[in-house]
């Protein structure tokens, strides 16, 4: 009785695209002020990755579009687009969730073309961003992906993913889990207005700090790093140092992409915060959606330096928990060992 009072009527201005997605129903809830979850059910879980992306993974699973993250930055802000959304603040509050995204996965990981290639969770949205406490998809995933056998890495910023620490490690003595955690920015002012639905670096480097001690290789994205903001030697230094002390074993930067609608999304926060750097973001980006090469170079000699020196290129991915242990039944987990 409490879901239906919380149950929006989505046959009047239900939007066509969410329609096309799959909408049941949408519901809103205290917990979540200003934020809508539309419910959908897909048809598929996994998604293919173009023959021509260079991404070390072809396949992808997202099992919710939007983020309460809310990073200005975010690169995947105009996927909202496609279901006539918008890619500010609806991408922020109007969460498309698969309810069904672990049974659908189940199903197609039994095919019996399925190649148990990797799979990647994070790459669009974040998995463990807030709504996954309320619908617990993660675990039906990650349980689906190793009966099946089948490796898969998940990146977040949602220290939520302490939950199923647990079952995580359980999988990786049967199939190859990496798991690598976004940390890009250590000034709260600055974390605050940039990502300010995600839980505190701190909680961040805490998470890391699980991961390590359950065994896992943690590798940190420090990205995006937003020009004239958080590259500053005394930044970066701060944070490899943190990132380190955590238990990171590979970490690597890469400076801001501002595509699409994102670009929009963040120039406009930049005009209100810090509208003497508009000048600077013009020659660093002029009408593109990359910082010029100079600048790139330049990050990379700022950077290469701090990895060396905090020990954070050793290999990525594996895990050190006990090694897998193949069973007659199960003869494709020798694949992963
Ligand atoms: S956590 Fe990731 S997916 Fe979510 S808003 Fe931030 S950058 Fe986008």
Request: proline share 7%; hydrophobic share 40%; glycine share 6%.
């Amino acid at each position: 009785m409490r879901w239906q009072a919380q149950t929006l009527d989505v046959e009047d201005g239900a939007l066509p695209g969410l329609t096309r997605a799959g909408l049941v129903r949408s519901v809103r809830t205290p917990e979540f002020d200003g934020v809508t979850f539309h419910e959908v059910l897909c048809k598929s879980a996994l998604n293919k990755m173009p023959e021509s992306s260079s991404l070390p993974f072809r396949w992808t699973i997202n099992p919710m579009r939007g983020c309460t993250h809310a990073c200005r930055y975010c690169f995947a802000r105009s996927s909202h687009e496609y279901l006539d959304l918008d890619a500010g603040r609806d991408f922020d509050s109007q969460i498309v969730v698969k309810t069904n995204v672990a049974a659908v996965l189940r199903r197609e990981l039994g095919r019996r073309s399925w190649r148990r290639e990797a799979v990647a969770l994070g790459t669009n949205t974040d998995p463990y961003q807030r709504a996954e406490g309320r619908y617990r998809l993660m675990p039906g995933i990650i349980r689906a992906l190793t009966d099946a056998g089948t490796p898969f890495s998940i990146l977040t910023k949602g220290p939520l993913l302490r939950r199923d620490l647990p079952l995580l490690t359980e999988a990786a003595r049967r199939v190859e889990v990496s798991v690598a955690v976004s940390i890009a920015i250590l000034d709260m002012d600055l974390h605050r207005g940039l990502e300010p639905g995600t839980p505190a670096p701190r909680a961040r480097l805490e998470l890391v700090r699980a991961l390590a001690d359950a065994g896992f290789a943690v590798h940190v994205m420090v990205a995006p790093v937003i020009p004239c903001l958080t590259d500053s030697t005394a930044h970066l230094e701060a944070l490899f140092a943190a990132i380190a002390e955590a238990g990171a074993t590979s970490a690597v930067a890469f400076p801001m992409h501002l595509r699409g609608s994102t670009r929009d999304w963040f120039l406009e926060w930049l005009g209100t915060e810090h509208p003497a750097l508009i000048r600077r973001y013009r020659q660093l980006y002029g009408r593109g959606a990359n910082v010029t090469p100079a600048y790139a170079t330049w990050l990379r000699e700022r950077v290469n330096p701090l990895l060396d020196a905090y020990d954070l290129r050793r290999p990525q991915g594996r895990t050190t928990p006990a090694a897998p242990t193949p069973t007659p039944a199960d003869p494709q987990l020798a694949l992963f060992g």
